[in-house]
């Protein structure tokens, strides 16, 4: 296949993140991503550009502060959250952060 030529992964990608962008829900946005990040987005340039936005937007809904990486919290599974949530029952972990204080 020439370089120049999508493959379907890449088309059904492009497709999804120009309607998460277009739709700007939180839970298609991560998807989107997800699936772009699983078909090697990096490989057509307007994947790129696409899957940029959308990872912007991610952002943006999320109020995440400038320096977090958006990659690093999307995963690459659609199923887990974004943030997960630590168990501060867990008594050696309390005492970890007591230290910390």
């Known amino acids: 296949m020439p370089a120049w030529m999508m493959n379907m992964d890449h088309v059904e990608s492009l ?3 120009n309607a998460a962008i277009a739709s700007g829900d939180e839970a ?16 057509d340039a307007r994947l790129v550009v696409r899957y940029d936005i959308a990872r912007q ?6 109020r995440l ?8 919290l999307v995963g690459d599974d659609t199923t887990t959250k974004m943030f997960k949530k630590v168990d501060a029952a867990d008594l050696e972990l309390r005492s970890l952060f007591q230290e910390l204080i």
């Open 57 to 62: 937007k991610l952002k943006v809904l999320k």
């Open 15 to 17: 497709r999804k993140l």
């Open 65 to 72: 502060p400038t320096g977090w990486q958006v990659d690093d």
């Open 28 to 43: 298609e946005l991560r998807e989107a991503v997800i699936f772009a990040k699983r078909a090697d987005y990096k490989s």
